[in-house]
Nanobody, 124 residues
Framework: QVQLVESGGGLVQAGGSLTLSCAAS????????MGWFRQAPGKGRNVVAA????????AYTDSVKGRFTISRDNAKNMVYLRMNSLKPEDTAVYYC?????????????????WGQGTQVTVSS
C-alpha cells in the first residue's frame, strides 16, 4: 500500500513559479514510476508529467514542456513538480500518482495510487 500526500499548491500571478511536493509512504516507492496529473473544473484528469523509477526517463504534456520539471528523491520518498512561467490555463487541482511498476506511463489508468490533490490557481 502506498499513500501519497501533495503540498505546495496556492495562488500565484501569471509568470510566477511554484514547486509541488509529493510525499510517499511505503518501502517500495523507489521501484514505482510516478506522475503528476491535473484536473480543471469540468474537465478530465490529464497527465502533466511522469517519471520512471530511477528518474532517468521523464515525459511532459506539450503545454508544459520547457516550463515544468518533474524530479524525484528516492532516498526521501519524494516527488516534485517545479512549475515556472505559470499561466492562467495551468489553474487546476494537481494530483500525484504512483504506478506499481517501474516504467513511465502517461495515462491515468496506468496509475494505482493517488493523492488527495492540491489546488493551483494562477491569476492573470
Amino acid at each position: 500500500q502506498v499513500q501519497l500526500v501533495e503540498s505546495g499548491g496556492g495562488l500565484v500571478q501569471a509568470g510566477g513559479s511554484l514547486t509541488l511536493s509529493c510525499a510517499a509512504s511505503g518501502p517500495t516507492f523507489s521501484k514505482y514510476a510516478m506522475g503528476w496529473f491535473r484536473q480543471a473544473p469540468g474537465k478530465g484528469r490529464n497527465v502533466v508529467a511522469a517519471i520512471d523509477w530511477s528518474g532517468g526517463d521523464t515525459a511532459y504534456t506539450d503545454s508544459v514542456k520547457g516550463r515544468f520539471t518533474i524530479s524525484r528523491d528516492n532516498a526521501k520518498n519524494m516527488v516534485y513538480l517545479r512549475m515556472n512561467s505559470l499561466k492562467p490555463e495551468d489553474t487546476a487541482v494537481y494530483y500525484c500518482a504512483a504506478r506499481t511498476t517501474s516504467p513511465i506511463a502517461t495515462v491515468a489508468r496506468a496509475y494505482v495510487y493517488w493523492g488527495q490533490g492540491t489546488q493551483v490557481t494562477v491569476s492573470s
